[in-house]
């Protein structure tokens, strides 16, 4: 006999009808209801859709991979649209597919490389102000240090010296609105917007300029799509910028003081951490070619997105009706996905709440299911700054990690932050003490 299973209308999921958004009450639902299993069904309160929440690596993979045609981005990417216009954290179909070829070749290998020179003076230079510090005994706000130090290298890597006339002209860091105010509203993306005419005024120049540069502007002004054969215009290219300012920035940071965090307060991991940088052959500071030496340090931080990805939640839309198992995903439903939560499944992560770096040794994650650890997305839609962001943090961390250590004077548990960004709810205060 032949049995024939018809699909079950929905998953489980919570009596009370609920519209998720980035938010910390979104966030402390979900804990909650992450329980009912790989996917969860939430009626909608305001909202017309229905939506799901994806908990299993298979329905991520088939979301973000597999069947990624039938999902555009989703809740939530209408304000930061108000942010960063039609740039590619945004934009869909066909023209985000264009433009992102357009932006890629900025993020080959290579340029990376050849940024790492840029970014290890940045470094150099809070070098100097941080032994101050610590001569000086003064407590020091590694969040706002960490916020100050990921703002300027990825200015400095679309800018590179066109940054210093800025800061010229300006009299001071005109972008430094994203650091200073922590509101990600109306008001922010006002301020934030008006500075397209400083980028714009920086792209003419260039373009009169016969001189190219290396820089993430550099090479997106130089190049063309390969079907239209046609470079970007003016606005693409302002979007493009704001983008990846603002996609290039907060994340980057909270890593950054996520792990002088969990150096501070884990005294072995941090014992093994300094003992790779003492071996390791640089002399003043590392190099790019010096990261490889470094592998303790990735995976540190690796395991610190895994337990704080800074992009904690993201969204989809179903274009069409999907199939997710045994259920029916109707055309228009919205999908979340939560970093967060897919990082702390048990039947994963042995022990999830155990910060653990030889997780990430490289036999570890060829053992486990790929798409169980997705700081960076998966897909075609994955950050295009994955490589950027792990080589600026190793950069930071194996030259500071050469001069100091770090007390913590918070309390040992951190309260989060769950906006757009998974932040420290605080400021976290260091006293610097050097080696
Ligand atoms: C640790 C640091 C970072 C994390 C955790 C991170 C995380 C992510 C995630 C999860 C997405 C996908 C969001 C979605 O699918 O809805 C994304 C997209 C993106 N990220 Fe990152 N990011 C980081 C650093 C960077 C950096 C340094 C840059 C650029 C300088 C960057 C630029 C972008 C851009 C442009 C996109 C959109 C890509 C596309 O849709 O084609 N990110 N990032």
Known sequence: MTLITTPSTLPPGPAEPYDMQTNAASFAHLSDWVGYGDILYIKPQQRKAPTFVLNHPDYVKHVLVGNHANYHKGVGFERVKMLLGNGIIVSDGPFWRRQRRRVQPAFDRSVIAGLADEIKHINLRLLARWQDSARNHEVVNITAATNDLALEIVLRAIFSDDFDRLLAEQGTNPFACLVDDNRRDLKLAVKFRALTKLVAEVIARRRQSKRSKQDFLGIMLATTDKDS??????????????????????????????????????????????????????????????????????????????????????????????????????????????PYYLHRLPQFWPQPELF????????????????????FSAGPRRCIGDFFALVEAQLHFGLMGRHFRMEYLGERVVELAPEVNLRSKHPLMMRIHER
């Open 356 to 375: 653990d770096p030889a997780r990430f040794s490289e036999a570890a994650i060829k053992a486990r299911h790929k798409f169980v650890y997705i700081p």
């Open 229 to 338: 054969r046609s470079a970007m215009l003016d606005k693409e290219l302002i979007d493009e910028v704001m983008t990846l300012i603002v996609a290039g920035s907060e994340t980057s940071a909270t890593t950054m003081n996520w792990t002088w965090y969990v150096l501070a307060v884990y005294p072995e991991i941090a014992a093994r951490f300094y003992a790779e940088i003492d071996a390791a052959s640089f002399s003043a500071a590392p190099e790019y070619l010096h990261l490889p030496e470094l592998d303790y340090s990735r995976q540190i931080i690796e395991e610190v997105l895994r337990l704080y990805p800074p992009v904690w939640l993201y969204s989809r839309k179903a274009l069409g009706e999907d199939r997710l198992g045994d259920y029916v995903i109707p055309a228009g439903a919205d999908i979340f996905i939560s």
